[in-house]
């Protein structure tokens, strides 16, 4: 395993391998770039079939924290964990508590939140031995509601205003009202997400592989229930992802319908040249990590202290910076991905090598 030649690595600062034979913990922290502050990103637990895929994620979903929270104009740098094995099967009590130590001794470099894999329970476990966990205190939700620090509601108001800002840029209109949007995967994100659309007047159309999830989506929002095979190529204003990445493909893309992409899941795009892909096919695509934002902001202020009202406005801001990405990919002739980097980058210092 080559770490300085690996190809996903990119001048990360830090690099941590925790290893604690008594709990059976193995695990990967990576810091990518601290020049905005501390890294926060989630921590992911999953089977790794090799020590090898889990440097590859560790490494790559640092990099992309720390272009995310630059975007989001937060006080944060970029990081990730991954702890290797079956949260099912491997994940106990001890073996949190004995990451929360290796989190503890990074003294703040890194703080962790959930990820696949892990719960706000898991990271209460972690933080009794350490206060770099996030996302885990009760407090007022960003929808006014009781959470307990569920990032959803703020990622799916991200995601609405992103959509409005894309729908402004490419159809020329302020109003929803009469937009058609497939919506793709209707979890704790996406049903929100639509719900917003449907108050906003727009027409939804839902598939999800759960079959209750799509029921309530159709009893509460009127929605049309579409199938596995069409949802992402209806004849509609708009596709939202909001299930899993790797949707926008070189099969999927030629077979889209709708002119505008934008939606919460994380890495829609199949590989980093179908960006360039959708932009040839006129298909605005709104990067992932700049309209999924939501979350991230939410969470950065339970650590400055709960302001739902402060979250609110802040996560409004991605629709500028939406904007600002769509403008710029227009002027330069540039896909909106690569502008959406080369905006990261400008605001994130890298640090001298
Ligand atoms: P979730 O698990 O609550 O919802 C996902 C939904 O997608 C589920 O209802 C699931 O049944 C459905 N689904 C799974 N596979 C599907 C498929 N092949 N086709 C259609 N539906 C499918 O997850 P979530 O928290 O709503 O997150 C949704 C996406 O947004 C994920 O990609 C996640 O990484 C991303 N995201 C979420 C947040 C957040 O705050 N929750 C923040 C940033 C990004």
Not at 160 to 187: N, P, W, Y
Request: with cysteine; aromatic share 6%; charged share 20%.
């Amino acid at each position: 395993m080559t770490v300085f030649t690996h190809p996903e690595f990119d001048h990360h600062e830090h690099l941590t391998f925790c290893c604690d034979p008594e709990t059976g913990l193995r695990a990967i922290i990576a810091v990518h770039n601290t020049s905005r502050g501390p890294a926060l990103g989630g921590c992911r637990m999953f089977p790794y079939a090799s020590d090898e895929d889990a440097l590859n994620d560790v490494l790559r979903l640092s990099r992309g924290m720390t272009y995310k929270s630059a975007l989001a104009n937060l006080n944060l740098g970029g990081g990730k964990s991954v702890i290797i094995g079956d949260p099912r099967q491997h994940k106990t009590e001890a073996l949190l508590e004995s990451m929360g130590r290796f989190l503890e001794q990074l003294g703040g470099l890194y703080i962790a939140a959930e990820d696949s894999g892990t719960s706000v329970a898991d990271l209460k476990v972690m933080g009794r031995q350490t206060s770099n966990v996030a996302g885990i205190s009760d407090r007022p939700g960003f929808d006014g509601k009781p959470s307990n620090g569920d990032p959803s509601p703020a990622t799916a108001w991200g995601t609405f205003v992103g959509l409005q800002a894309a729908v402004k840029h490419k159809l020329g209109r302020s109003d929803l009202e009469g937009l058609t949007v497939a919506v793709q995967g209707i979890g704790n994100v996406g049903y929100r997400l639509a719900r917003h659309l449907k108050e906003a007047g727009a027409k939804l159309w839902v598939y999800d592989i759960h079959q209750d999830q799509m029921d309530r989506a159709v009893a509460e929002l009127g929605a049309t229930p579409a199938t596995a095979d069409e949802i992402l190529y209806l004849p509609v204003d708009v596709v939202a992802p909001c299930a899993m990445g790797a949707v926008l493909n070189d099969h999927s893309i030629n077979k889209l319908q709708a002119t505008i992409v934008a939606g919460a899941a994380n890495n829609q795009l199949a590989s980093p040249a179908h960006d360039e892909v959708l932009w040839k096919r006129s298909v605005l695509y709104a990067p992932d990590f700049v309209i999924n934002a939501g979350g991230i902001i939410d969470v950065y202020y339970e650590r400055t202290g709960p302001d739902p009202e402060a979250v609110r406005q802040h996560v409004n801001t991605i629709g500028h910076t939406l904007e600002e990405i769509f403008q710029r990919s227009d002027r330069d002739g540039l896909p909106t991905g690569q502008i959406a980097d080369r905006l990261a980058e400008e605001r994130f210092r890298r640090k001298s090598r």
